[in-house]
Structure formats: structure tokens, C-alpha cells
């Protein structure tokens, strides 16, 4: 069983520290490779889906989170508030609020709606020290969010389109959901007290798991304080379930913070909020690749591509030739020379890094290119263009494997 908080600092790729504090990792080099390729991949998703990015502060006045419900909800998990002057300002455990406000900032008419806004944001959870853990327990999180603000007839489409950026973000990441679930309201005061609200929400995302032909369970008690969800569940390398990305549909905020848009009557309509995150926190996120791939990720995914062997100090130029090359393309590649041992050591060294690049006196001289492929597949010699073409193209289609054709033979002996 993989343990991404032990992989995670044997690879690199995150640490903490005493003095910054428990439940706020660092990110290293190759884990900030990682999750930029990662993030860029869901700001590219949105931009092609429509959505548009904003940016918004980490603080906010105490009055916004009153005003949005998390104050009264949601305080056990905030932060307390801090002093400033006559006011106080507390860190966000929520970009919703946020979203809102930046709506209503401007009058909107029917015809702009759906209006699709998005942001990878900050945000803050008071955590308890003794639930923390790695980056799947975390107390600062960046979340992929957004927030979809559309009319009652819209609400459905919007929904049944975030499955499907979920969908495809899975099949590139690779990842399994375990089960759609449900998530309704229980008994207790921790949610907003608003029967009509909750039967009205919790009848559109019925119909629209129903009309995807997804298999899901119901479950009290776990929707969140404002409106049911629609959470997908995946299974860590522990085997314990945890939800990863949600879609949630909300009256709360549009009555709270009285959003409106102007419809083809001319009168003012209140519009329907639709949130969504297609792989939820970074950091949690991050947390699963690492556990199910145990470091061996998607040749698009993986912060170190390419590494490229010379075999002796001759070849280096090549090498170095070859690695700009790669950084021409966008593709990331290192030089591992002899200072890190013989080639065999080197290889081994390597064996997580997607591809391999051995240059010999007969490659650097030709210009070819000699892969070895991760998984113990050799393909032929070929031009170091179009060795890097190939890999070039499975990494912009965001594919899993790791060669396009059969041509790759085992390597023996």
C-alpha cells in the first residue's frame, strides 16, 4: 500500500516544517511541477467549457460571512476573526461569498446567463492538530471552484455539464469514483432552516442523476449547510472513502446576497447558483495520484518527463542539446550525467520518470534518439524530433499510455 505523505517527501515533492505549522505543507520543485501541470489542466477544461477566472482576497469581513450563513453554520471551522481598526476580518473558508459579491457587482440581463466563473482559490479550515495528515487533512487548501450563475430552466444542463468535466478529468488522471452519492440534509440546527429551499434543490439534482443513468445512494447528513450535493467518491490506498469533487445547487446565497438579473419581461429574476469543483483540493488531490500511482504518473502529469543518459562526458552536449530542445516544446527534462553513477545507476534511479533518453557516441552523432519506456518497453532509434513529437502529442492529449503504437519491443537481458 502506497502512503503518500512517505512518498510524497521520498519523491520530493512536498515537506513541512515545525515553524510554519502543522496542516501547512510546503510544495518542493517537483510536486510544484505537478500540481501547476495539474492546475493548468483544469484552467484549460474550464476556459474550453466557457468559464471565466476571476481572482479574489483570501480576507473578508466578518459581515460577509454573516450575510452568506457560514458565520452562523460554519464558525466551528473558521478562524477567529481578526481586528482591524473598527472592523474585523476573517480568513475565507469558503470562495462562495466571494463569487457572489463579485456578481452582483454588476447588473446582468437573461441573456448572459449562464454566467460561468471560476478561480483556484485559498481558503482556510480551523482543523484540530490531532486530524491532520499530510495534504489530504490540510488547514490552508487551494480549491479548483466555481460557481455557475444561470436560470431555474438552466440548472440542469449546467449540473449534467459538470459531470461531465468531472468525467473526462477522471479518464485523464486515471481515477476510478467508487460511487455517486446523494447528499441530502439530517436532523440538528447545522443546516439553514428552509424546507421549500431543500425540496426544490434536491429535486434537480435528482433529475439529473436519474437522466445521466448513474447508479448513486442517498445519504442523511451530509449535504452541505445551504443545499444538497451531488458528491463522487473515490477510495484511498487505505481503502477509506472520502468525496473528491462535488456538484451542488443553491437558493441559500442568491436570496442572501439578492442577486438578480433582469429577464426578457424586463423584470428583476433571482438566478440559481450552481457550484461545482471538478477535482475538489489541490492538495487532496495530489494526495490520491501519489497513493494510486505510487509515483509512477501519466508521462503528462509526471514533473520530470524525460531524463536524458549520456553515456560518457562526450555525449553531454547533446544532452544538453536535447533537454533545451524539451523545454523549446514545454516538455520537462533533465541532464542526469556521471556525477550520479554508472548507467545502470542511473536507470535505476529513473525507473519512476515516464521516459528514458540514453545517448551514445552512434545517437549523438546521427541526431537519434534511443527510449526506454517506463514500463520496460525499447522503441527503435528514431530522430530526436520525432521522438519528442510523439511524446509531445500523448502529453497534449492528456493520455495515459505512454507510446502510441506497438512498436516498442521489451527490454531483454
Not at 460554519?74 to 466571494?98: A, F, K, N
Not at 449540473?159 to 452519492?181: N, T, V
Not at 542539446?321 to 545507476?345: I, K, N, Q
Amino acid at each position: 500500500m502506497h502512503d503518500h505523505r512517505r512518498l510524497g517527501r521520498e519523491l520530493e515533492l512536498f515537506d513541512t516544517d515545525p515553524l510554519i505549522g502543522a496542516g501547512l505543507p510546503y510544495w518542493l520543485p517537483a510536486g510544484a511541477a505537478l500540481r501547476h501541470t495539474l492546475e493548468e489542466y483544469v484552467r484549460t477544461a474550464e476556459r474550453r467549457a466557457g468559464y471565466r477566472h476571476v481572482y479574489s482576497p483570501v480576507l473578508g469581513k466578518r459581515e460577509l460571512y454573516e450575510i452568506s450563513g457560514h458565520w452562523s453554520h460554519y464558525s466551528d471551522d473558521m478562524y477567529p476573526p481578526m481586528d482591524l481598526g473598527t472592523e474585523q476580518v476573517v480568513l475565507r473558508p469558503s470562495l462562495c461569498p466571494h463569487h457572489a459579491v463579485i456578481y452582483r457587482s454588476r447588473a446582468h440581463s437573461y441573456r448572459e446567463l449562464p454566467l460561468r466563473m471560476a478561480e483556484l482559490g485559498g481558503m482556510y479550515r480551523a482543523e484540530l492538530s490531532g486530524v491532520l495528515g499530510g495534504l489530504t487533512r490540510v488547514r490552508a487548501i487551494q480549491l479548483n471552484d466555481a460557481h455557475i450563475f444561470c436560470t431555474l430552466d438552466q440548472v440542469a444542463d449546467e449540473a449534467r455539464g459538470a459531470l461531465g468535466m468531472i468525467r473526462r478529468a477522471y479518464e485523464a488522471l486515471g481515477i476510478r469514483p467508487a460511487r455517486f452519492r446523494l447528499s441530502l440534509p439530517g436532523p440538528g440546527g447545522k443546516y439553514v432552516a428552509a424546507p421549500e429551499m431543500w425540496r426544490r434543490s434536491t429535486a434537480l439534482l435528482t433529475e439529473v442523476l436519474d437522466a445521466s443513468g448513474l447508479p448513486y445512494e442517498a445519504a442523511e447528513d451530509e449535504a452541505a449547510f445551504y443545499g444538497p450535493k451531488i458528491d463522487v467518491q473515490v477510495v484511498d490506498a487505505a481503502g477509506r472513502e472520502f468525496t473528491l469533487s462535488t456538484v451542488q445547487a443553491d437558493f441559500h446565497q442568491p436570496e442572501r446576497f439578492d442577486l438578480r438579473y433582469i429577464g426578457a419581461d424586463g423584470a428583476k429574476h433571482r438566478p440559481v447558483m450552481v457550484h461545482r469543483s471538478i477535482i475538489g483540493s489541490v492538495e487532496r488531490a495530489v494526495a490520491h495520484l501519489v497513493e494510486q500511482y505510487g509515483g509512477a504518473f501519466p508521462g503528462w502529469l509526471a514533473p520530470v518527463q524525460l531524463v536524458i543518459l549520456p553515456v560518457s562526458d562526450a555525449e553531454l552536449p547533446a544532452a544538453d542539446a536535447l533537454a533545451a530542445r524539451c523545454a523549446g516544446l514545454g516538455l520537462r527534462a533533465e541532464v542526469s550525467g556521471r556525477e550520479h553513477g554508472s548507467l545502470g545507476a542511473r536507470v535505476r534511479r529513473a525507473r519512476l520518470v515516464p521516459y528514458q533518453a540514453v545517448i551514445g557516441a552512434a545517437e549523438a552523432a546521427d541526431g537519434l534518439v534511443a527510449l526506454r519506456l517506463r514500463d520496460g518497453r525499447r522503441p527503435a532509434p528514431v530522430p530526436a524530433g520525432e521522438a519528442l513529437a510523439r511524446i509531445g502529442a500523448l502529453t497534449a492529449a492528456h493520455s495515459t499510455a505512454l507510446w502510441d503504437d506497438e512498436e516498442a519491443e521489451p527490454v531483454r537481458g
